[in-house]
């Protein structure tokens, strides 16, 4: 198998939301505190009820975020954990799984940081042939929840 097929198999990575947030020297550490500080997601992401955090003593890879959404719980788990720089969550389910990656990363002028969500959606088995379906409308969905958040610790930090 050539690199080339390799890469056409994984799922696509989608940028969903970015903001930059202010200087680097001021805005990378407390950016990074404010994005984990999860219990604040819940009055922040449209549709949230509840928030649950697991394994969380402290949080970090592993750690599951329970989300409640009317009577749906959504379940998920921290991947990657690298404070100042990256945090990785995943959900899976029989059909699909899902991965949400917030970047932590210089602006373009290289003095301000940038915060970034991307996306992957991934089907298995029949659902496979409905991916691109799935793709849009799941990045239609976490944008519309994750977009807020990402303008919420905007706000925090010019606080």
């Keep these: 198998m050539s690199d080339a097929s390799l890469t056409e ?4 990575l989608i940028q969903i939301a970015s903001i930059t947030l202010g200087p680097q020297s001021q805005c990378r ?3 990074w505190d404010l994005l984990v500080d999860f219990q604040d997601w819940q009055g ?15 949080a970090g890879r592993g750690t599951v975020l329970s989300l409640q959404f009317g009577n749906r719980d959504e379940r998920w788990s921290i991947s990657h954990w690298h404070p100042g720089q990256r945090l990785e969550l995943i959900r899976t389910s ?3 799984a899902t991965g949400l990656r917030f970047d932590l990363d210089a602006a373009q002028d290289s003095e301000h940081v940038n915060m970034g969500i ?15 379906i799935t793709r849009a409308l799941t990045s239609r969905r976490m944008r519309s929840r994750f977009t807020p958040l990402l303008q919420h610790l905007q706000e925090r930090l010019l606080a």
Excluded: F
């Design 29 to 31: 550490d407390k950016a």
């Design 94 to 96: 029989a059909q699909s």
């Design 9 to 12: 198999e994984l799922p696509q």
């Design 118 to 132: 991307s996306l992957q959606v991934e089907s298995h088995g029949i659902y496979r042939l409905a991916q691109p």
């Design 44 to 58: 922040v992401i449209p549709g949230a009820t509840a928030l649950e955090l697991e394994h969380a003593n402290p």
